[in-house]
């Protein structure tokens, strides 16, 4: 199962769209690049969760391509099942090695299980894995700053603490769009500087690039900087 799907990726095979990718992940070596775009996965994973042998691939852990890994994302994505798709996430998450397939998976059967969600999502905090922390992160971004927000959510985010560049970069994601969406319940984060000094100015940084908060409240974030 694991040479065909391989085989089947290379023959999607597009090399600049590879280089493109190289630049933009600057953490994983070219050579696990195949270069497919991401069209193309998404169609495959879907072909391939009506195989009885999708299984033998999700298990065949660690992945030898990066394309694989985004296969395997799309794949788990799509998942039905809450209890088998957490399973999987558990089981994929501490291979997952790059931004890009971690802000990748994003199962849609979450949004029928908030509220189990939860208790993972709090462990998943916990994790000494960058890309696990990062996707914690993610769905607590993802899921929980509509109707389902609780002001104790945001401080799970905030206790985060790393010098890992691709944690503190989702936070700093997190508390703008979350500016966007729960002002009122948010600005005292900044206000009361509870990120640290980098992370605080990017979460300000992206604000002010955002078009879902008002020209008034970007300037009064800006003036908040440290």
């Known amino acids: ?12 095979q597009d090399i ?4 493109f990718q190289v630049k933009l992940i600057p953490n994983i070596e070219a050579s696990s690049m195949i270069g497919v775009r991401t069209p193309e996965l998404k169609k495959y994973a879907k072909e391939l969760l009506k195989a009885e042998d999708v299984s033998d691939f999700l298990k065949s852990l660690p992945h030898r391509y990066f394309d694989e890994n985004q296969l395997h994302a ?15 996430v558990t089981d994929f998450l501490p291979y997952v090695d790059n931004w890009a397939t971690c802000d990748q ?9 908030r509220k189990e969600l ?19 992160i993610g ?15 945001p401080g ?28 009122d319940k948010i600005i005292p984060y900044i206000e009361d500087r509870r990120l640290d000094p980098w992370t605080h100015n990017k979460a300000i940084q992206k604000s002010a690039e955002s078009r879902r ?6 300037q009064y974030l800006k003036s908040l900087k440290v």
């Open 1 to 12: 199962m694991v040479k065909k799907i391989q085989d089947e990726l290379f023959k999607h």
């Open 16 to 19: 600049k769209y590879r280089d």
């Open 74 to 88: 799309f794949i788990i994505s799509e998942l039905r099942d809450y209890n088998k798709c957490i399973r999987e």
């Open 105 to 113: 998976l994003s199962p849609k059967v979450f949004k029928k299980h």
């Open 118 to 136: 939860t208790e993972h999502i709090k462990a998943w905090l916990k994790s000494e894995h960058t890309y696990t922390v990062r996707f914690g």
């Open 139 to 153: 769905m607590l971004m993802e899921h929980f700053l509509g109707e389902d927000f609780e002001e104790t959510y």
């Open 156 to 183: 799970m985010v905030a206790s985060v603490r790393s010098e890992e560049y691709y944690i503190r970069m989702m936070i700093a994601w997190y508390f703008a769009t979350a500016l966007s969406k729960q002002y």
């Open 213 to 218: 908060i008002t020209d008034e409240r970007k």
